[in-house]
Structure formats: C-alpha cells, structure tokens
C-alpha cells in the first residue's frame, strides 16, 4: 500500500550519539515534513521540505539536520543526540489543497529515547 | 499568535455522540482540520474544513465551525469503541513564509462499552 514508512520504530541513543532518521514516501508528494510529539505539547515541526533540494526550518530545528535528494527521501539526522530529543517522530507526506499544504499521511513514527 | 487549545480528555458510552472542542487564535486561518491517533500509530487525517464554510459532515462526522468565536467542533455521531483515540485539531494560517500547520495538543476520547 501506498503511504509513509518511517525506520526504526524504536531506538535508544546515548548522549551524544549521532544518528539518522528514515522517511519514504512513494506517493510522489512535494512536501514532507519532519515533527516531534511530546506529552502535552501536541505536534511541532521540526523541518520541512517543499519538493527536492528544498529544506526549510520549522518550530524546533535545533539540533536536528535533514536533506532532500530525491522526491521519495527525507531523513532526518540527529547531530549529537541530548536528553531533550527524547520524544516520538513523525515524517508527514503533504499534498495541496486549495494551496495550502496539508499534512494527509503520517509515518508510523519513532520512539526515540536518548539515555 | 497562533494557539490552538483543547480540552484533554472527554468519556462517552458507546453510542452516544461525542462532540470535541478547540479553540484558534489566528483569524486569518483559512483550512482547520481533524486527525485521529490511534495508539502507537501516527495521524490520520479525517477531515477538513475551509473557513468560508459553517459546516462539513461526512458520514458519522460532523464539523462545525465558529468564525466569530474562532471555535471548531467535531461531532462523532452513534460513538463506537474503535473511535478511542486522541484526536487532534490543526490550523492552516494562509499561504505564506512558513506555511505551516498549528496543532492543538490533542483531546483523548475514551469510549466506555
């Protein structure tokens, strides 16, 4: 089926590692974004991309780096992993709706714990 | 600013209706949406409406939408078990630098059997 895979599901990290969040789509979508979900503090967005060699920062990019080689492609890449990027992942694949961008598929997301 | 608020937690008997709440900040909005999380599942986008509109139903789903008092409704008509989930209300300030979805915090429905 068509949609948004995201890889690992889950991972742990030491402080200080670095380490490199996959996302795909195969809907041919020009926008992906990358957001964090944290308890009580709903979705932010963390980087986004409006088609391929576009990348731009959204509410919380700090920390966090990501490219956009191909239309498919958008991972995401944690620098030097810190107790505050403990949170769950989502890549979203957007589509257009009267010209606004509207987040339509979520990967499955990943619960990512930096001990 | 751009706020969206909601309230956390809302219980329902199966088959009741179920009605969640949220609040927006930015008048300017043009497109307010709807998502449904599953546990351990990302969102599910389940409906849109556009600002010029009052209301929007699909199926067992109906928004409503208060411009004036910048107030969105989602009404879950004949609530099933299977609609246990947070839920999760998102606005879309007009096209511009960031373009960029606002998400509420997310309301979790719990529907007793």
């Known amino acids: 089926n068509a949609g948004v895979t995201q890889t690992p599901k889950f991972q742990v990290l030491k402080t200080g590692q670095s380490m490199t969040l996959q996302c795909a789509q195969d809907?041919?979508?020009?926008?992906m974004s990358w957001y964090r979900q944290d308890p009580g503090m709903g979705l932010r967005l963390i980087h986004y991309s409006v088609g391929a060699g576009i990348t731009d920062q959204g509410e919380v990019p700090n920390g966090y780096n990501v490219s956009r080689s191909t239309t498919e492609d958008f991972p995401l890449r944690l620098l030097s992993a810190a107790p505050s990027q403990t949170s769950v992942y989502f890549c979203a694949s957007s589509y257009s709706i009267g010209g606004h961008r509207t987040e339509a598929f979520f990967g499955q997301g990943t619960r990512l714990t930096v001990v | 600013g751009e706020d969206v608020e909601q309230s956390l937690f809302l219980s329902v008997r199966e088959g009741d209706s179920s009605v969640i709440n949220c609040t927006y900040t930015d008048s300017s909005s043009t497109y307010l949406y709807w998502y449904k999380q599953e546990p351990g599942a990302g969102l599910q986008l389940l409906t849109y409406i556009f600002s010029n509109m009052d209301m929007k139903q699909d199926q067992r789903l109906t928004v409503l939408l208060n411009k004036k008092d910048k107030h969105l409704s989602l009404r879950i008509a004949d609530t099933q078990t299977g609609d246990s989930a947070i839920y999760f209300c998102a606005e879309s300030p007009p096209v511009g630098a960031t373009n960029k979805l606002i998400f509420g915090t997310g309301t979790l429905l719990a529907v007793q059997p």
């Open positions: 809907m041919n979508h020009e926008y």
